[in-house]
């Protein structure tokens, strides 16, 4: 096993990375990526990598193999995972957190991109983390319980009442912005949001882009609206509706 000095550079190379891998230049960013132990949010190992053959396997319980640009199986039989890194890098550069905001993160999966959000907002901001999976709350609310500034709850994160936000980061397609989303936006305020297609979601995970990353930002009554890039979530509880579809 690995020494935590080692772990230590380990995690700092892996920062460095992904944010290269996009073109992302943010000490910030840098830092938060660096910082959080991302096994410590994926449980024991082995952890399951996915491949474009399939789920692989770990070797034993080093995490040296997390620290890479690769989605993580965090319930496979379902195609759920632990998002790739350089797509978040993009998305979370894009929604730029700043010291003392509020977060909300719909579909927190096991809050690992979670507790990077809360290292980007500070002891002074505060995250909430909404996760509709049962098992998958009550992980990321264990994991995510030595974080003072942040809060979970398990629901429909379309339906459930939302404090003002600075940002809204969502992690699961939609088929359309909800309404109390954008209500909820202070001004200046921004919504990452994946709008995405049913389509190729026969069999789990997809493969490919069924969609794009978009950013919107509040401006008095109006709402400014930025592609980022393509993306592929699997569709989101309560996030879709035939007539968008």
Do not use: C
Request: proline residues 8%; aromatic residues 6%.
């Amino acid at each position: 096993m690995k020494s935590e000095a080692e772990l230590a550079d380990i995690r700092r190379a892996y920062a460095r990375r992904i944010l290269a891998a996009v073109g992302v230049n943010s000490a910030e960013l840098e830092d938060a990526f660096a910082t959080v132990k991302r096994e410590h949010y994926l449980g024991p190992g082995p952890w399951q990598i996915f491949r474009w053959s399939g789920y692989q396997p770990t070797p034993d319980d080093d995490p040296t193999p997390l620290y890479d640009n690769v989605l993580v199986g965090i319930i496979p039989e379902r195609g759920l995972n632990n998002g790739q890194p350089s797509g978040h890098a993009m998305w979370l550069a894009a929604a730029a957190p700043r010291s003392g905001e509020h977060v909300v993160h719909i579909g927190a999966g096991v809050g690992y991109y979670t507790a990077i959000l809360a290292e980007l907002v500070g002891p002074q901001g505060r995250v909430t983390a909404i996760e509709h999976e049962p098992r998958l709350a009550a992980r990321a609310r264990a994991n995510l319980a030595h974080l003072p500034n942040v809060t979970v709850l398990q629901g429909d994160g379309a339906a459930m009442p939302l404090d003002p936000a600075d940002i809204i980061y969502v992690n699961a397609g939609a088929t359309r912005p909800v309404d109390a989303w954008l209500d909820a936006l202070k001004e200046g305020g921004r919504l990452i949001i994946p709008l995405t297609t049913n389509a190729a979601f026969g069999s789990a995970p997809p493969s490919g882009s069924q969609g794009a990353m978009f950013r919107i930002e509040r401006r008095g009554d109006e709402f400014h609206v930025n592609v980022v890039s393509g993306a592929a979530f699997i569709p989101g509880e309560g996030l879709r509706d035939p007539v968008s579809e």
